[in-house]
């Protein structure tokens, strides 16, 4: 079992349309989280960091949930531009990242 | 803003040849991180260098090796080749050792693209 896990979707969306994301991962000793963004064939890009009492940066909110070792992240009023595949990642006080396998979202005119 | 810099960004090795990779972390960032992302799934963390000392290892084999110069460029030196070491190799860079402030962020380079024949 992966230590991260995603859906890996495609999630196909018309753009103006409002999208979630969920991860969940296997251990209780994660200390930190974040959601990194990878367009096709080019390297992941630091979307957000993810707190307990959940963040938003415009169009973008993420959600933590300790208990349930749960991570969202919802995507409103998407754009054509959003069209990337979405890594939850997960680091536990180490060097290492650990990356769940992405969900893929297209956003369609 | 000056990015993580790799060199060079596609290589094509035959079976058995060997490979070297260079990593130019931002300036002022002294921590450096591999990771290997093979078709279809998610980086897999390598190693990561602090003030030119290994600091973590992870799923790196044996065949492989890296330091981190005083420049605090880094060298992914990869020996060996086989066809399953085909991926693309990214580097990234912090300004503190992740494990000592979670929050720092890692920024990847563009990646070096190996194919091995």
Redesign the interface.
Known sequence: RKEVEQDPGPFNVPEGATVAFNCTYSNSAS??FFWYRQDC??????LM?VYSSGNEDGRFTAQLNRASQYISLLIRDSKLSDSATY?CVV?M??????????TRLQVFP | AAGVIQSPRHLIKEKRETATLKCYPIPRHDTVYWYQQGPGQDPQFLISFYEKMQSDKGSIPDRFSAQQFSDYHSELNMSSLELGDSALYFCASSASRWGQNPQETQYFGPGTRLLVL
Not at chain 1, 41 to 46: A, F, G, H, S, W
Not at chain 1, 93 to 102: E, M
């Open positions: 200390q930190s064939r080019k390297e992941p890009k630091l960091s890594l680091n006080n180490t060097d290492k990242l650990i990356f769940g396998t992405g």
